[in-house]
């Protein structure tokens, strides 16, 4: 990896101190308001939603639609209909396995 991926990696590990620090210090002990505590509960899918998405659509910058999208979309329909988190993975991996092999 170059010295600059390296400086951005670095740089998100400190911001992400500097969040982490922020809310107990300004709280100091005290429960979030109803109101921040019902967003922060939504920060986290939402994140994961977006790292998927563009681990999904991304190719060096560029938009692609592909195997590896069409194995999330799978699993994401599998996943809606009740399927376990395990299964939703191996159909990912086993879609994307198998239109890899057939292009």
Do not use: Q, Y
Not at 16 to 37: Q, S
Not at 55 to 81: K, P, Q, Y
């Amino acid at each position: 990896m170059t010295g600059t991926a390296w400086a951005t990696i670095a740089g998100c590990a400190v911001v992400t101190m500097i969040i982490k620090g922020v809310g107990p210090i300004a709280f100091g002990g005290r429960d979030l308001p109803a109101r921040f505590a019902n967003v922060v509960v939504l920060l986290a899918p939402a994140l994961l939603a977006a790292l998927i998405v563009t681990s999904a659509l991304a190719d060096s910058g560029d938009l692609h639609v592909g195997e590896d999208t069409a194995g999330v979309g799978v699993a994401g329909v599998a996943l809606w209909r009740g399927a376990s988190v395990l299964v939703g993975v191996g159909l990912a991996a086993g879609v994307t396995a198998a239109l890899r092999l057939l292009t």
